[in-house]
């Protein structure tokens, strides 16, 4: 089953429960895939493809999203660095006014 919107983890991009499950059993670390976040998370993930229901797969996406971000395996946007301007629509607003 397709995730509505995919994960990008360090090691690439997980779209669907099928990704996830290879992700767990092939490429995740030995000493991480037997922690109870891991496990929860790769039953979730076979109870959505089995049941084929969306509050299934809203679970388990959840649940991976947690225990991906918990062993800080997701791939967050960098930071901007200091000498880089932000973009601030609100304050861009802001000086439209005068």
């Not at 099928?18 to 976040?37: C, N, Q, T, V, Y």
């Not at 998370?41 to 493809?49: C, F, H, N």
């Not at 991976?64 to 880089?84: C, I, M």
């Amino acid at each position: 089953m397709d995730f509505g919107k995919p994960i990008q983890t360090k090691r690439g991009v997980l779209k669907s429960t099928e990704d996830a499950l290879h992700f767990i059993e092939r490429e995740l670390p030995a000493e991480l895939s037997g922690l109870s976040r891991w496990t929860f998370a790769r039953d979730l993930l076979i109870e959505a493809g089995r049941t084929e229901k969306k509050r299934d797969l809203k679970c388990a996406y959840r649940q991976l999203r947690q225990a991906l971000s918990n062993d800080l395996l997701v791939d967050t946007p960098r930071p901007l660095e200091p000498s880089e301007p932000s973009h601030d629509p609100a304050k861009e607003q802001q000086g439209s006014d005068v």
